[in-house]
Antibody, heavy 119, light 108 residues
């Protein structure tokens, strides 16, 4: 069974940093590209970042480019999102998602981790 | 930046057909995906590759893509289908992915 479990969320002050993790199991993690997607309270889904299976291709939304860094450790079956210079508008539930093979669309999602940026 | 446009809401009676549209300039070249999200839950993929259905998704869910518009059709909508639905695709370069603003489907 495919499982994705996010962790690392919490309360952080504006300008602070946080590192999210996503632990993957039930599939060959190294063969799939992965994503981070977020959802602000009461708002819609927003794509944040994507990384290819071998980390060759990395993409970011304009809203986070230069502040967030996506990475993965295939040996540990883990996906990460380093978030720096956090702003109030980064407050959201962050989901990690596994892409369909040879695709840019996620087919499985974790349950999300809440990041709150507030003083 | 690239945008996908969806109607904010769609309402149908049980058993009727619900259609949710998604428009975007790159849709003639890029696949559309559709996600269902119920309150407090993670999204669920219901349509991928314009019109393919993942295993476990009921046959009443179908998708199409014509020109700059993709459409999610729910034939014989049920009360349990009430949810927010999001389309998802990429810009023409493929480097930026984007969700539509979401459509709240009401079945009553």
């Amino acid at each position: 069974e495919v499982q994705l479990v996010e962790s690392g969320g919490g309360l952080v002050k504006p300008g602070g940093s946080l590192r999210l993790s996503c632990a993957a199991s039930g599939f060959t993690f190294s063969a799939y590209s992965m994503n981070w997607v977020r959802q602000a309270p009461g708002k819609g889904l927003e794509w944040v970042s994507s990384i290819s299976s071998g980390s060759d291709y990395i993409f970011y939304a304009d809203s986070v480019k230069g502040r967030f860094t996506i990475s993965r450790d295939n040996a540990k079956n883990s996906l990460y999102l380093q978030m720096d210079s956090l702003r109030a508008e980064d407050t959201a539930v962050y989901y990690c998602g596994r892409n369909l093979p040879a695709s840019y669309g996620p087919d499985y999602w974790g349950q999300g981790t809440l990041v709150t940026v507030s003083s | 930046s690239y945008e996908l446009t969806q109607p904010p809401s769609v309402s149908v009676s049980p058993g009727q057909t619900a259609r949710i549209t998604c428009s975007g300039d790159a849709l003639p070249k890029k696949y559309a995906y559709w996600y269902q999200q119920k309150s407090g839950q993670a999204p669920v993929l219901v349509i991928y590759g314009d019109g393919r259905r993942p295993s476990g998704i009921p046959e009443r869910f179908s998708g199409s893509n014509s020109g700059t518009m993709a459409t999610l059709t729910i034939s014989g909508a049920q009360v349990d289908d009430e949810a927010d639905y999001y389309c998802y695709s990429a810009d023409s370069s493929g480097n930026h992915r984007v969700f539509g603003g979401g459509t709240k489907l009401t079945v009553l």
